[in-house]
């Protein structure tokens, strides 16, 4: 298993007075070569206890037959579809077998740090119930050159907000997704994904923040593999359909305002997505978007 660097001299309290379930959800999809590492990360975790649910949304590599390898060596809560049903309906799938206080969206080609649970529970353990997730810093390693580099470094917050993160959230997405642990509970009062949408970062961590608050650890506790493939190619893909998700959650945005400063966020993030649309083909989504940024700036 690849080695994860973490920072040193690390605080936090290693003395639990009620040690809480964090359930772990970790979302298959072709991804058999790293399956076996990513569950290692997890068992290597020095917080207990931890319920581990592999789902396997369908894939056509042999993942599925490695999960069915591995269920007796690691003790696998496993969820094998015959049909592919999504990212979004796979996760609440998950959620609603959840009994952790805690729930963590884990790809099965991330590796976690042994300390991540350990770190994000205590940190979550000392806010209060506005608070809903905890998010930290990570490694984004490129699968063809095998550099890695901090995700605080590739984007306009080297400090990141914590709080009433809503308007900032908005504006820049600054969140390293797979870092986010979430309270249960918080989750499920929002109603868990949209199934409706094509992915799920942006629009789940919007909805949250408008009702509570974040807070952040600057450890690096999690890898990510920054694959080809991956989501980042699949926005900058001519007349991408994912970008029609990202709109939709800009109109959820819009509802969700309560402030001139929020509406002026929206605007901003608008004019932003028109000109990726516009690169990439999506010449109707680009107008839309331009509308959508006259409607929030002329909203009072």
């Not at 809480?20 to 070569?33: D, L, P, S, W």
């Not at 980042?232 to 029609?244: E, H, I, L, N």
């Amino acid at each position: 298993m690849p080695v994860l660097i973490l920072r040193q001299n690390l605080r936090y309290i290693k003395n639990y007075n009620v040690l809480a379930t964090v359930t772990i959800i970790c979302i298959v999809f072709n991804q058999e070569k790293t399956l076996e590492a990513c569950i290692q990360s997890v068992r290597a975790q020095t917080y207990q206890p931890i319920e581990l649910l592999v789902i396997d949304d369908a894939s056509t590599d042999h993942s599925q037959k490695t999960l069915l390898d591995l269920q007796e060596k690691y003790k696998l809560k496993l969820i094998l579809h015959t049909t592919n049903k999504g990212y979004c309906q796979t996760f609440n799938e998950g959620l609603a077998f959840a009994t952790g206080q805690y729930v963590l969206d884990l790809s099965a080609d991330d590796l976690l740090h042994p300390e991540f649970i350990a770190i994000s529970v205590n940190r979550l353990r000392q806010t209060n119930n506005e608070f809903a997730a905890h998010y930290c810093d990570a490694w984004l390693l490129d699968e063809q050159t095998q550099q890695a580099q901090l995700h605080s470094l590739t984007t306009r917050f080297t400090k990141r907000p914590e709080g009433n993160i809503y308007t900032q959230l908005i504006q820049h997405y600054f969140i390293c997704s797979p870092t986010v642990l979430f309270k249960r509970d918080h989750l499920l009062s929002i109603k868990g994904y949209d199934e409706t949408l094509l992915y799920e970062d942006f629009d789940i961590q919007i909805r949250l923040a408008r009702r509570y608050k974040f807070c952040y650890s600057q450890e690096p506790l999690l890898r990510k593999t920054v694959r080809q493939a991956g989501m980042s190619k699949k926005f900058s893909k001519w007349q991408s359909p994912y970008q029609r998700s990202t709109y939709k959650v800009c109109q959820k945005i819009y509802q969700l305002n309560k402030t001139t400063e929020e509406h002026r966020a929206l605007a901003t993030r608008c004019v932003y997505e028109s000109k990726q649309n516009f690169l990439i083909g999506n010449w109707k989504l680009t107008v839309s978007y331009i509308a959508l940024a006259f409607k929030a700036l002329l909203t009072r």
